[in-house]
């Protein structure tokens, strides 16, 4: 399975973008699909999941409200659209996968968002 993330760049504080990953290679639809992301010298941490059973999102605290998860589980793609956008945000952003097995990550994207 590989994940092909899109949709990152620079940005000014308050601005949106919306980023997608697309995951081929399965015949299957990912049970999970979403983002996490990864900051200089800090740990990676959750951004957003969301099932393709059932549609459960989970958020990290420090973009609830301002984030949204979606998915077209047809096409095994997901979406972050970012609202908001804070310098804090910045950060390399991967698309996570997960099925019955292993886990799956992206390469990354990032994001940058000026002040």
């Known amino acids: 399975v590989q994940l092909v993330e899109s949709g990152g760049g620079l940005v000014q504080a308050g601005d949106s973008l919306r980023l997608s990953c697309a995951a081929s290679g399965s015949t299957f639809s990912m049970r999970v699909m979403g983002w996490y992301r990864q900051a200089p010298g800090k740990q990676r941490e959750l951004v957003a999941t969301?099932?393709?059973?059932?549609?459960?999102?989970n958020y990290g605290d420090s973009v609830k409200g301002r984030f949204t998860i979606s998915r077209d589980n047809a096409k095994n793609i997901v979406y972050l659209q970012m609202n908001s956008l804070k310098p804090e945000d910045t950060a390399v952003y991967y698309c996570?996968?997960?099925?019955?097995?292993?886990?799956?990550w992206g390469q990354g994207t990032q994001v940058t968002v000026s002040s």
């Open positions: 996570y996968a997960k099925n019955l097995g292993p886990d799956y």
């Open positions: 969301l099932t393709s059973r059932g549609g459960k999102a």
